[in-house]
């Protein structure tokens, strides 16, 4: 309105300027009404457009209340899905557990049907070497009972059924375990990876009650351990000691003094297990004796098994095991059968991947991989105890104890 009243003064103005070529008074008129006119709808399509305007940030605003309302909606079904997703990896770990359980209650009638063939001509196998090795001791004044109450073991892994965790305790890396002593109910608590000082409880259940070191004797050793490979047995600690390559010692824990020690031929240059890289030797107590795990790199970082006399130390027999040291974690004996546990750096559930059996008649191959039920981090330790067929493990600084089953096997003596 303001540029129209203006206009029409300028034009009046104009007018009222004298000109030799000034029109007559109509034609100004004219004029004038044209544009004010053309002014007038110059305004209502400003007018229009100030509408539409308002219209459409008003529709603006409704949309973009809608996209916010979308987004929240999928917000919720996103958490939704990631909750029905964890349900989904849980059922789903459930099912692979029962699998596995029900491949290794029911397998296949044609793999029994191999399995009994092959066990039949072991069984012929063994019976004539057997019968020469009787001979040929006869013959030389020599006899072979304890060879054979040795072999007599023949208990082998079934499966490890569930987990109980015990408590928390110590370091994030250690070791403990019940001694296997026949009779013995005492439990050993190591913390750490270089550590002098043993925690000895009367029981387990006084391990739970007790806890800590105010409760438990505390033994002082007189020497470092090193890594967390250690075992107890008849009373007697066998421990790697601290700043050696291979050197076990076997304290008495009764005095605490070092009744003998040995060094393992060819351990320490490498970690035992690539997943605990501060552990170089791994002992074992089973029903056959005392047993060191090492691994040599001269034989592509594998494991090497050795059997150890547990009152001298000396060195048994050594076997060079198909069973790497790469992603390996920890590992356990039953009868003289080694079972090698492989994780991931990245997490994930622990499995039997590799099986050593110094009798040659269990092998990796003769069932599915077992997997360990789901743990916090990373075994830094495993001891099996064979009378109560539990598997004494520290995960992460917890106490952690797995139910584990056997089954009965004939076995083949080696010499």
């Known amino acids: 309105m303001v540029c129209r009243v203006l206009l029409v003064l300028l034009l009046s103005l104009g007018v009222s300027v004298p000109s030799g070529r000034s029109q007559s008074s109509s034609q100004d008129a004219f ?46 079904l996103r958490s939704e899905v990631s909750s029905q997703a964890d349900g989904v990896s849980a059922r789903v770990e459930r099912l692979e557990r029962e699998l596995e359980y029900l491949e290794n209650r029911f397998p296949v009638q044609s793999q029994v049907e191999v399995e009994a063939a092959l066990l039949e001509e072991q069984i012929r196998a063994a019976e004539l070497e057997l019968q020469g090795a009787w001979d040929r001791d006869r013959g030389r004044g020599r006899g072979r009972g304890r ?48 550590n002098d000082t043993v925690l000895e409880f009367d029981s387990l259940q006084s391990f739970v ?36 390559h291979n050197q076990i010692l076997k304290v008495d824990l009764l005095n605490r003094t070092v009744v003998d020690s040995t060094l393992v031929p060819g351990a320490g240059r490498l970690p035992v297990y690539s997943l605990n890289p501060d552990t170089y030797l791994d002992l074992s107590v089973d029903q056959l004796g005392l047993w060191v795990v090492h691994a040599d790199p ?13 009152g001298t130390l000396a060195v048994d027999f050594s076997w060079d095991t198909q069973c790497r040291s790469q992603d390996a974690e920890g590992a356990f004996l039953i009868c003289g059968t080694l079972y090698v546990v492989y994780s991931s750096r990245y997490g994930g559930r622990a499995s039997i991947q590799c099986v ?11 069932g599915p991989v077992r997997f360990f039920p789901k743990r916090f ?5 495993l001891r099996f105890h064979p009378e109560d067929q539990d598997l004494y493990a520290w995960d992460d600084g917890y106490q952690t104890i797995y139910r584990v089953e056997t089954v009965q096997t004939q076995r083949v003596p080696v010499d």
Not at 174 to 193: I, M, Q
């Open 147 to 194: 060879d054979r109450a040795e072999h007599d073991c023949g208990a082998v892994l079934d499966q490890i059924r569930s987990v109980k965790i015990v408590k928390k305790a110590g370091d994030a890396q250690g070791c403990w375990f019940k001694d296997p002593t026949a009779g013995s109910s005492k439990v050993y608590l190591l913390s750490g990876v270089q």
């Open 31 to 76: 004029i004038i009404q044209y544009l004010e006119r053309r002014l007038v709808q110059v305004e209502e399509r400003l007018g229009q457009c100030e509408q539409r305007t308002v219209s459409l940030s008003q529709r603006t605003y409704e949309l973009s209340s809608e996209v916010r309302g979308c987004v929240s909606r999928l917000s919720a």
């Open 298 to 310: 001269d034989y592509g970082g594998n494991l090497v098994l050795t059997k150890l006399d547990t």
């Open 356 to 366: 050593y059996d110094v009798h040659d008649s269990v092998h990796s191959v003769d």
């Open 377 to 381: 981090s990373s075994h830094s330790s």
């Open 209 to 244: 009650e007790q806890g800590g070191s105010p409760g438990a004797r505390q033994l002082q050793l007189p020497a470092h351990w090193q890594g967390s490979g250690h075992t107890v047995h008849n009373g007697f600690l066998y421990f790697h000691k601290a700043d050696t």
